[in-house]
């Protein structure tokens, strides 16, 4: 009989897991892909207007500068990676306050630990920047908005990709470990 609970209590540990994965996964998920939506409609334009050969090069030069930068070396080397190790954390010594929050947790919008202020602070950053490159974005002309769009859905796009990658990656090897 006691066997039988504690093969259960692994089966929940396991299934809770996943629910943890889920949620700081998807959460993260939706919003960028919500952005990478709600930029279509704007990207489509560069279908109807007349482009030269100057609007084609900056096009080709900006998408592969957003892939390559912050697709690859931002989201998937760095901010991908640092995403499943605080998965991993909050999966290993989950709190009500980390598995609520995990999505926030996950991408650094709020501290893991007192330790973690300073990497907070670096997050508070980007976003911040982030922000105001969205703002600064919005005030370019058509032909140039949509150019640089097309870019920046590439590079969220990948961004996707590398978090449920690396975060996949930490829950197989949670699960195999448990």
Not at 31 to 41: A, N
Not at 99 to 104: C, E, G, I, R
Not at 165 to 172: E, F, G, I, P
């Amino acid at each position: 009989m006691l066997q039988n609970r504690g093969e259960n209590r692994h089966k929940r540990s396991g299934w809770f897991n996943l629910l943890i994965t889920a949620w700081a996964v998807g959460g993260v998920s939706v919003l960028l892909l919500r952005s990478i939506v709600t930029m279509v409609p704007v990207a489509l334009l560069l279908r109807v207007l007349p482009l030269n050969a100057v609007h084609y090069a900056a096009l080709a030069v900006s998408f592969a500068f957003m892939i390559w930068f912050e697709g690859y070396v931002a989201f998937h080397k760095r901010f991908a990676p640092r995403f499943a190790s605080r998965l991993e954390h909050i999966i290993r010594s989950p709190s009500p306050y980390r598995v609520t929050l995990a999505p926030l947790v996950c991408t650094g919008l709020l501290p893991l630990s007192a330790s973690d202020i300073r990497n907070w602070l670096r997050s508070l950053l980007v976003v911040a920047g982030v922000v105001l490159l969205i703002v600064g974005s919005k005030m370019l002309p058509v032909p140039w908005r949509p150019i640089i769009l097309v870019g920046v859905m590439g590079a969220l796009s990948i961004g996707v990709a590398s978090i449920m990658w690396h975060s996949t990656l930490v829950y197989r090897a949670i699960s195999r470990r448990s």
